[in-house]
């Protein structure tokens, strides 16, 4: 493969990693959406887009191997073709993620008290990852280091909106639940909750890629 052609290719594994963001990250604020309007039209939509996220997840899969197996990358495009690869996954655990919420919703999630502000919480998780999405496009370890950061302020949130639901002794630990002890439509809530916190986290995992991607430093990794 001509060198002009090696890096175009790497521009459009960028583009495509890019788009993937961008959809998921409509996807799950539309499934937040969905949740706080009990909209069951608009969950079912959610659902139905989860095929199109399995495709651009796998079209980068493919892309990536192609690119290791066509070309010896240098140390920083192989960092770049890792890291993008690395994030698309992290994209297709959001999307995952949104259908849940949309699937809850679609069951008949009850309504919330308005005192738990899951979408709230949801909306600060949907900028974590558009912000991500952006920082990883213009390589921006700044803004990175920033959504790393609050990182924190979704859990504390996310454990607030726990304790409202459940009480003090609350646990975001889920399989430490047993759910004979909680009526469904409450569990349902508390799976929702810890659901939101991890898109959170997948927008941390997003930018401690992309500072490895830019830098090299793997310190953030986890």
Do not use: W
Request: net charge negative.
């Amino acid at each position: 493969m001509p060198r002009e052609s090696y890096q175009q290719e790497l521009k459009t594994l960028r583009e495509a990693v890019i788009e993937m963001g961008e959809l998921v990250h409509t996807q799950f604020d539309r499934s937040v959406t969905a949740l706080a309007d009990h909209d069951t039209e608009l969950a079912r939509q959610v659902i139905e887009s989860e095929e199109r996220i399995n495709e651009r997840y796998l079209k980068i899969e493919r892309k990536c191997i192609d690119l290791l197996g066509l070309q010896q990358p240098v140390a920083s495009d192989l960092r770049f073709v890792a890291a993008s690869f690395k994030i698309s996954t992290e994209l297709e655990r959001i999307g995952d993620i949104a259908v849940k919420i949309a699937e809850r919703t679609e069951a008949g999630l009850p309504a919330m008290d308005p005192d738990v502000d899951i979408p709230s919480m949801a909306q600060e998780s949907a900028t974590m990852v558009a912000d991500a999405i952006d920082a990883f496009g213009a390589a921006d370890t700044n803004a990175c280091r920033e959504i790393i950061a609050r990182d924190d302020q979704i859990d504390q949130l996310a454990k607030h909106a726990s304790r409202q639901v459940f009480g003090e002794t609350t646990t975001l630990d889920t399989e430490a639940v047993n759910p004979d002890e909680y009526h469904e439509d409450v569990l349902r809530l508390l799976l929702t909750i810890t659901d939101i916190e991890q898109v959170a986290d997948h927008a941390t995992n997003i930018a401690a890629r992309t500072v490895y991607m830019a830098t090299g430093d793997d310190s953030l990794l986890e």
